[in-house]
């Protein structure tokens, strides 16, 4: 690794510390697992660290391109046919009661794709087309899928409260 200096040290610590949480909500969304969520943010602040990131343009691109980051992460791992989900995650994300909590737990069972659509678009408050730039995914995509996800909560929390 290339020697750093102390200001291109503040630089990235400062980095760390604005987007830490957010990068850590998003492995663990995508995830499920908050070991692994951990293991993601090393990778992709690692990625700063070894000097991978552009130039960022703005506080904006800077989150916008370590989302995309994160996603593409959390992607490959979930590829890997030795992983394995261990862990629940509502610690993560608590749940205000029992109502909250039933939703996330029904979040957390969704597909991968539709975990990734639902935490961006609803606990991170980005827009169908910052997803689709992240996800590098064309923008009907991605307000379809999200469409899809609403539809499986939907009817299994309706499944849930009728049984």
């Known amino acids: 690794m290339r020697e750093t200096s102390g200001r291109s ?59 995309r980051v994160t996603v593409n992460q959390c992607r490959s791992l979930l590829r890997n046919p030795r992983r394995k989900r261990s862990e629940p995650l509502l610690d993560v994300y608590p749940a205000q009661d029992d109502e909250q909590y039933e939703l996330l737990e029904t979040v957390f069972s969704l597909p991968a794709k539709y975990r990734i659509a639902i935490c961006l678009f609803y606990y991170e408050g980005y827009s169908t087309r910052e997803i689709a730039e992240m996800t590098k995914q064309k923008e009907p995509t991605v307000r379809s899928i999200l469409t899809r996800a609403r539809h499986m909560l939907k009817a299994v929390l309706e499944e849930s409260h009728d049984g």
């Open 9 to 67: 040290l503040n630089r990235i610590e400062a980095c760390v510390l604005r987007h830490e949480n957010r990068i850590f909500r998003i492995a663990c969304a995508i995830l499920g697992n908050t070991t692994e969520a951990e293991d993601i943010m090393q990778e992709v602040f690692l990625k700063v660290v070894e000097g991978k990131a552009p130039r960022f343009q703005s506080p904006e691109h800077e989150a916008a391109w370590l989302t």
